[in-house]
């Protein structure tokens, strides 16, 4: 009983405590703004690396593997990591059911995704200095987000567990399978805090909804449990529906400080003046989304286009429209070849198997002498999980 009266009173205080920087007045804020100033060509040299969106189509590793090598050449002092993945447009939303389905973070069958995206930075990149700028974690996107050391949050930034990989183990009936399967899709938690340095009882229950949590401070830090007998339990509730806010994650060590600006994260950092590099890389990832996003309606047309031409493809119009659909479906191969995130929305299986067997039947009826044998010969059916277009 006290300890939930402690659980309780520590989430109300914290939720109207004030953030950690506090402007008394407007000539504050200037004061402070004016303490870090952008320059040409001086001071600290630093790349801001968008992470918008999506995980498995916004946020995909071979886009940030493409650009490694790009980074590594221009050797910025710094790397900023801007994070704003908001899978509601606030919390009333999220709990009224308001949110996009499309537009959840996924793993689907590309557990291995994040954990590349974590390697490109947390390995690969790791002679550099980097930072997370969160204004937003919600969802799938958090694990990755707790892979970085030093996080710091708007004071809107929620941060949110997922329950998406306990789904491909949550109807498993035989216990002793289902207990495998829960162990090897959550470990994602704790291989991708060990880059952040992260308590993995804290990590994996942003990912377990299983899993107990509860801290104990000592001194500044925080000791995570997997069990209520801490100082604090943190209900379930908490990290899968409200989520940790930007004030109690920096109570609770998660974050290292609330803020208002990419100047606020400069000046904590000791960083009075900065420059910012790589502007090119910069735009190279936010072109991409807007790219795939572009191609993915394209690519929606062209299945249409596909499924009308094949009932039009019969009697005297069948070489025409059989012709039309090879095109059609040729460019809708070439589509998801370049934008594997396409391929994912439209729930076509990775390797396009289905796709060039349609192909392949096109070109088939094409070769007949006659009519087709049955009806518009357009192709196998997409069943079973293909072209449904749910996401």
């Not at 506090?22 to 952008?38: G, K």
């Not at 998406?164 to 899709?185: C, H, P, T």
Request: proline share 4%.
């Amino acid at each position: 009983m006290i300890k939930q009266y402690v659980s309780l009173l520590l989430g109300t205080l914290l939720s109207v405590a004030p953030v950690s920087i506090t402007f008394a007045n407007d000539d504050n804020i200037s004061s402070w703004a004016d303490a870090v100033t952008e320059t040409e060509d001086r001071g600290t040299s630093v790349l801001i690396i968008p992470m918008s969106g999506q995980t498995l189509t916004d946020i995909r590793a071979e886009v940030y593997a493409d650009i490694q090598e790009d980074i590594k050449a221009l050797n910025p002092d710094l790397i900023i990591i801007e994070i704003d993945c908001n899978e509601g447009k606030d919390i009333f939303y999220q709990q009224m059911g308001w949110i996009d389905r499309q537009e959840i973070g996924e793993f689907s069958g590309m557990a291995e995704n994040l954990p590349a995206v974590a390697k490109v930075f947390r390995l690969h990149l790791k002679d550099i200095e980097q930072i997370a700028f969160v204004k937003d974690s919600m969802g799938a996107i958090t694990p990755l987000t707790l892979s970085w050391e030093k996080i710091y949050m708007t004071p809107t930034a929620r941060l949110i567990g997922t329950t998406k990989l306990a789904e491909r183990y949550l109807n498993i009936s035989d216990e002793n399978v289902r207990g495998k399967m829960r162990s090897a899709w959550t470990n994602m938690g704790s291989i991708l805090g060990d880059f952040g340095k992260r308590d993995p009882d804290l990590t994996l229950a942003f990912v377990d909804p299983e899993r107990l949590l509860s801290g104990t401070w000592k001194g500044k830090h925080v000791d995570w449990f997997n069990h209520t007998q801490g100082d604090f339990p943190i209900n379930p509730y908490l990290i899968f529906r409200s989520g940790f806010s930007a004030t109690l994650a920096e109570e609770l060590g998660i974050s290292e400080a609330t803020v208002h600006s990419l100047d606020d994260v400069l000046l904590l950092n000791d960083i009075r003046e900065y420059h910012i590099v790589g502007e090119e890389i910069t735009k190279e990832l936010n072109d991409y989304v807007i790219k795939w996003r572009s191609n993915l309606n394209k690519a929606k047309e062209l299945w249409g286009d596909y499924q009308q031409q094949s009932k039009w493809a019969t009697g005297n119009e069948r070489v025409r429209w059989l012709v039309k659909n090879k095109n059609t479906i040729k460019s809708l191969i070439g589509i998801c070849k370049k934008y594997p995130a396409v391929v994912f929305r439209m729930r076509f299986d990775p390797k396009l198997k289905r796709l060039n067997d349609i192909l392949e039947e096109i070109e088939r009826e094409l070769r007949k002498p006659s009519g087709p044998t049955r009806g518009g010969g357009g192709g196998p059916s997409m069943g079973g999980g293909g072209g449904k277009m749910s996401r």
